[in-house]
């Protein structure tokens, strides 16, 4: 700055000052993470110092990741000679500006978002971002590491993928987009898929070939249920492939795989790692609403990366992208069973609020309850908050145990810890009933449900999360329908827009 002389003439040197203030300005709202060292050619880096073969292994565990020094478990000769070696580089956590900061680690520069706290290595005060400090804290002295060394080698293997169904038509269509889009890289792709359409095994045609090519590939999703329920498959479908599954509280913490499923928060330890990135319910929470997300996923696909993005219930962003061209895309309209997608029903209820008060579904809901079409199925009852799940568990599970014989009602939210068992045991018909919040809304699918929402009209149901949350209704073969009912003390906007989408769909997958 103060080499600018504004009053005088202007210099070369102030033109090429003034050019990077413009290139800076610019990569500030617009990331390109340039600052990310790239991987070197093996060839490189046993021109610049010789790195011991046995380091190469490192390459798998940290090409692609941006740590701190304690996420790197080296001992303390291995991980000088590494630096030595320049098999790490050091970035500054944390960009300054003249006009703010951006945090490298989550893409933060809200002012707010940053505090200063005093620092005992340098005895002053430093600058740290809030917003990611639940990964441990980064000070602005503290750098990032980034992998620089040779880049990881993955096997060179014919036929990687064993899974042996079939592909619907509408479901071959997808697929072949999608290997496209993936074999020929730098490119976007948006599935636009409905509930139940199969989208996972639209994308095992076109992981495998990426495999195949010794690519690296990773698949997020908002969901640490879905990253659990998708592991297992995918160990099936590709028997001999590393296969790595990240999310809060996995026991697999180094994230080595060629192929890579994870949430999408665990990409806020990724920088350049990904051939090809396929990011599920590119619409959920919290994706759509925390700008970190959409920043990691970025930075975590290599800048030459193919990117598809799966989703049942886009957002008017994306649709707006769709209608303007900007975005490829794909239809898939239908079920992989090809039954059409349950309609919802409302049942109105002048009492809901009363009821919801004494904890209990409003009175239609046992009236329903009595006439159910098909009795056996079990039950999922979404309420609009956590308080309520626990609380009706308590007041309902008696009456529904004695009246209509379903004897296992539990509840589920997000902070539950027994969370997971809780799916497990309903997926495995342990459990009768499951009253949830919007957690279980999408990505977990159970062969025979009926679902009621309660109190359909909170502003916790949106348009999307009412498509979702119909669409875990009907999703096998053996009972492709399900009831669904939306039980509101009057119509709302959302409500009536996700019926329509619904109808909307079936229409259209009616004509393929
Ligand atoms: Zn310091
Ligand atoms: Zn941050």
Known sequence: MSRLNLAGHQSWKELVFIFHLFTSIQSYFHPTFDWIPSTNKPSEV?????????????????????????????DASEWSELLHARAFEAVNSIEGHWWGWRCRRCGNKLRRQFANIPCARCNETHLY???????????????LYVWTGSPPEWPVQENVCRWEGQLTNAQRHASDRIKEVMEAGNGELLIWAVCGAGKTEMLFEGIGSSLEA???????????????ELLPRFKQAFPDVSISGLYGGSEDKTGDGQLVLATTHQLLRFARAFD???IDE??????HKDPSLPFAAAR????EAARVYLTATPRKEERRRIDSGQLESAFVPVRFHGHPLPVPRFMLSNRMKKSLRQNLPPDNFFEWLKHRQQPNRQLLIFVPHVELAGKMEKAIGLVLNNQFGLSAVSS?????EDREEKVRQFRNKQLNVLITTTILERGVTFPSVDVAVLDAGHSVFDEAALVQIAGRAGRSPDDPDGEVLFFHAGKTNAMVASVRSIQAMNKRAVRI
């Open 46 to 74: 046993a021109s610049k110092k010789e790195i011991p073969e046995k380091y190469f292994v490192h390459a798998k565990r940290f090409a692609g990741k941006l740590l701190l020094k304690e996420e790197i478990p080296l």
């Open 129 to 143: 971002c809030r917003n990611c400090v639940g990964m441990g804290r980064v000070l602005q002295c503290q750098p």
């Open 214 to 228: 010794g690519k690296r590939v990773c698949l997020a999703t908002p969901r640490a249920d879905v990253v659990r």
């Open 276 to 278: 090809v990135l396929i």
């Open 282 to 287: 590119i619409d959920a929470f919290p994706y």
């Open 300 to 303: 975590a696909a290599k800048k």
């Open 412 to 416: 589920v939210h997000a902070a539950d």
